[in-house]
């Protein structure tokens, strides 16, 4: 007997990586030696005092509610770090109803359309963009309208270019800078315009803020609840995942508007009951000593940064060095024709290096491709050697 499935399921469009690693796997069984430069996924372990702080409060017999539902027993110290970590890095006040712990930004991203869309609403989503954007809506029941990202506009999204039925009828707007995949910065000018627009049109602005302590050569990030008033209209999801070698803990938060983090908690206590306290007491410790944990995780990814772009630009590229995020972002060469899919698997065929294809964010990510910084620097060399051996 066939199950039958959702109808939901089947709108989804193919997970991205889902495809790459299929095609990494067939290569793989045809004996290529492989080197994915795909996936953004921190190599270096989490800082040591984070993993004591985690097996201290797993250990800890005196607590009584260590192993209970971390919704119904959060442990008061995350809450706190935020709040204190936010004032400390953005000089930005949290409330304590502003802050909701969330098991990263991922799932706080799929579950919000279920906050606060009926199904019909309208979201807008940035293209090329994080593809859970658009599923939180899908799942929702709710659709997506698409506003392309453009290299003209330095990938900045254009609220001039939201047609005024969009604009009235949508319930949630998505922004992400620093922009995975495309390296782009927001100023705070950039997020007034945001906050403005979401307060002209009654639209939730959800800015995704994955990356905003992976950045280099002194730019900081701005947080779009710098922004007076911002969060009347603003959530920001922050997640320990890229900043502090994480990804696997799942643990992040979503701060700002009062009612979007309540409606967002709704949810979670309904289907996920909360992170683990042991996890938020780690967490906690991470964003207390921010300051310490931070620096030599960037250092790291700019080094390699460095050796990326160098290289690349040694052999015919021009591109330049981005300030924030994990990835390079780079066109692909001139003789593929814009082709990412083309490019992506040539390089693929002829020497086993993986890069992700532009095209997969979406249809304006065409022309580019992306490389991850979170691999040995070894294993970079190795395939840059490659890449520009085709490239001759
Ligand atoms: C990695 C990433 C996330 C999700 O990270 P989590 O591990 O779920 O916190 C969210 N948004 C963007 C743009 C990302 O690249």
Not at 25 to 47: F, H, K, Q
């Amino acid at each position: 007997m066939d199950v039958k499935l959702s109808e939901r399921l089947g709108q989804l469009p193919p997970y991205l990586f889902a495809d790459l690693r299929r095609k990494i796997a067939a290569a793989r069984a045809e004996g290529v030696d492989v080197i994915t430069l795909g996936i953004g996924d921190p190599d270096y372990p989490t800082p040591d005092p984070v993993i004591q702080e985690l097996s201290r409060a797993a250990l800890d017999a005196s607590d009584p509610n260590r192993h209970r539902y971390g919704c119904d027993a959060p442990a008061p110290e995350f809450a706190k770090a935020i709040q204190s970590f936010y004032k400390r890095r953005w000089d930005v006040e949290l409330g304590d109803d502003q802050v909701v712990c969330t098991m990263g930004s991922k799932d706080a991203i799929a579950k919000m359309g279920m906050a606060i869309m009926n199904p019909g609403d309208i979201g807008i989503i940035p293209e090329p963009g994080y593809p859970t954007y658009n599923i939180s809506h899908v799942f929702a029941g709710a659709r997506s309208h698409i506003i392309p990202l453009r290299p003209e506009k330095d990938w900045l999204f254009d609220f001039d270019e939201v047609p005024g039925e969009v604009a009235e009828k949508a319930k949630i707007l998505w922004l992400n800078y620093p922009n995975n995949p495309t390296c782009a910065n927001a100023t705070i000018e950039f997020f007034e315009k945001a906050v403005a627009f979401g307060r002209l049109h009654n639209i939730l602005i959800a800015h995704d803020s994955a990356y905003s302590e992976n950045t280099y050569d002194g730019y900081k990030a701005p947080s779009i609840l710098q922004v007076p008033g911002a969060d009347e209209v603003a959530v920001e999801f922050f997640s320990l995942s890229k900043a502090f070698n994480m990804t696997g803990w799942r643990v992040g938060c979503v701060v700002g508007n009062a009612s979007a983090v309540k409606a967002l908690s709704t949810v979670k206590d309904n289907i996920d009951n909360g992170t683990l306290r042991a996890v938020q007491f780690a967490a906690a410790k991470a964003l207390d000593t921010a300051e310490d944990i931070i620096p030599p995780i960037c250092e790291v990814y700019k080094r390699r940064r460095d050796l990326v772009v160098d290289t690349l630009n040694a052999n015919g590229w021009s591109i330049e060095k981005p300030e924030s995020t994990i990835y390079i972002w780079a066109p692909v060469p001139d003789e593929y024709d814009g082709d990412s899919g083309k490019y992506a698997a040539d390089l693929l065929d002829k020497t086993g290096v993986v890069v992700t294809p532009g095209r997969g964010y979406g249809q304006t990510g065409e022309g580019y491709f992306r490389i991850s910084l979170t691999y040995p620097d070894a294993t970079l060399k190795e395939a840059l050697d490659r890449m520009i051996s085709i490239n001759k």
